[in-house]
Each structure stands twice: as structure tokens, then as C-alpha cells.
């Protein structure tokens, strides 16, 4: 009996989140504008990225890469996004996507996100960016006015780029700043 009621309420509780999720999203989609003064040295955008960048490749699939970052530093409970969850919060086509491992917070009072994305074709890069940066300023508007530290967590983003291969990191900045110094060392040196 108490199991029972534990996972009714379990389906419950994610039933909310992800309707609250997808409700903030679909508000927030008209918000253009990503960019604050400093944002893109700040969140670590490579300004490069797509820019005919040379192959680059990993030994490790994104799953892999995805499972050792959460490895590297503690996060709270996060769940992984469908192809439908993608297209909904993440603004872009997940069949850009060759690979792709997106996780969101349990519960919507946590910022830390990680994604791990191989893009198809380099010329999407620039695609998935963009989108990326409209989930930032999404998760941002989101927290605004709700719970400061997460609102500066998300103003903190990390946004790193490797070839076809693109990382985006919400989480303390310390945490963030040990998650992109790993993605690094996924590459082989140039």
C-alpha cells in the first residue's frame, strides 16, 4: 500500500513538472533577445563555432560523455528529455541531431541542465545554438523573479562548442566552469 502511494505520487509529481515545463516554454518563445552585457564571454559561447570549424571527433558517444560530466560534479535529480521534449523546450528539430543526451531538473526549482548534442551537419550548428541560447533565456525568465541564486545560475550558462559537438551547462559556476574544462578533454588536441 505505501509503495503504491509512493508511485502514484511520483507519476503525479512529474505529470506537474513537465506541464509546468512545457507551459513556461511556450510562454517564453517570443523572447528574442539572449544576450546581457559580457554573455558570451561569460557563458563560454565559442564565437567560432560553425565557421567552417575542422572534424572533430570523440572516442566517447555523447551518452557516455553525458554520464561522465554528472560523474565530475554533483547535480540534483535531473531526468532525461524525449525527442518531443526537445522540440518543445529546446526550440529546435532533434532531427538535426545524429546524437543527443538533455537533462532538466526533477523538480522546477533546480536551474542545472546539462545537454551533451552531436549535430548532424555542421552547418546546423549554428541552428542549435541559437536554440540553446532561447532555452537559456527561457530557463532565465523562468527564475527571474521566482528564486534569485537559480536566476544567476541560468544568467551563467556555459555554452561550448567542439566541431559538431555542442555542451550547454547550467549549474553553480565552479560546478559549470569543471563540466567545460572536462568536455575538453573529450577531443583529441588539434
Given at each position: 500500500?505505501?509503495?503504491?502511494?509512493?508511485?502514484?505520487?511520483?507519476?503525479?509529481?512529474?505529470?506537474?513538472?513537465?506541464?509546468?515545463?512545457?507551459?513556461?516554454?511556450?510562454?517564453?518563445?517570443?523572447?528574442?533577445?539572449?544576450?546581457?552585457?559580457?554573455?558570451?564571454?561569460?557563458?563560454?559561447?565559442?564565437?567560432?563555432?560553425?565557421?567552417?570549424?575542422?572534424?572533430?571527433?570523440?572516442?566517447?558517444?555523447?551518452?557516455?560523455?553525458?554520464?561522465?560530466?554528472?560523474?565530475?560534479?554533483?547535480?540534483?535529480?535531473?531526468?532525461?528529455?524525449?525527442?518531443?521534449?526537445?522540440?518543445?523546450?529546446?526550440?529546435?528539430?532533434?532531427?538535426?541531431?545524429?546524437?543527443?543526451?538533455?537533462?532538466?531538473?526533477?523538480?522546477?526549482?533546480?536551474?542545472?541542465?546539462?545537454?551533451?548534442?552531436?549535430?548532424?551537419?555542421?552547418?546546423?550548428?549554428?541552428?542549435?545554438?541559437?536554440?540553446?541560447?532561447?532555452?537559456?533565456?527561457?530557463?532565465?525568465?523562468?527564475?527571474?523573479?521566482?528564486?534569485?541564486?537559480?536566476?544567476?545560475?541560468?544568467?551563467?550558462?556555459?555554452?561550448?562548442?567542439?566541431?559538431n559537438y555542442v555542451l550547454f551547462?547550467?549549474?553553480?559556476?565552479?560546478?559549470?566552469?569543471?563540466?567545460?574544462?572536462?568536455?575538453?578533454?573529450y577531443f583529441k588536441a588539434e
Amino acid at each position: 500500500m505505501k509503495k503504491r502511494c509512493l508511485t502514484i505520487l511520483s507519476v503525479a509529481l512529474l505529470g506537474l513538472m513537465l506541464s509546468a515545463c512545457s507551459s513556461n516554454s511556450n510562454s517564453n518563445s517570443s523572447t528574442t533577445d539572449t544576450s546581457s552585457p559580457g554573455t558570451s564571454a561569460e557563458a563560454g559561447v565559442n564565437a567560432d563555432a560553425g565557421k567552417d570549424a575542422p572534424a572533430v571527433e570523440s572516442q566517447l558517444t555523447v551518452a557516455q560523455m553525458s554520464e561522465d560530466l554528472l560523474k565530475q560534479a554533483e547535480q540534483p535529480m535531473l531526468v532525461d528529455l524525449t525527442e518531443s521534449d526537445v522540440k518543445t523546450l529546446y526550440h529546435f528539430d532533434p532531427s538535426l541531431l545524429e546524437e543527443f543526451s538533455i537533462k532538466i531538473p526533477l523538480m522546477n526549482v533546480k536551474t542545472n541542465e546539462l545537454a551533451v548534442v552531436k549535430v548532424k551537419d555542421a552547418k546546423d550548428v549554428k541552428t542549435v545554438e541559437s536554440a540553446i541560447k532561447q532555452r537559456a533565456a527561457d530557463v532565465q525568465k523562468t527564475f527571474e523573479t521566482y528564486l534569485p541564486d537559480q536566476y544567476e545560475n541560468a544568467k551563467n550558462y556555459k555554452l561550448v562548442t567542439k566541431g559538431n559537438y555542442v555542451l550547454f551547462a547550467i549549474s553553480e559556476a565552479d560546478t559549470a566552469d569543471k563540466l567545460t574544462k572536462q568536455f575538453d578533454t573529450y577531443f583529441k588536441a588539434e
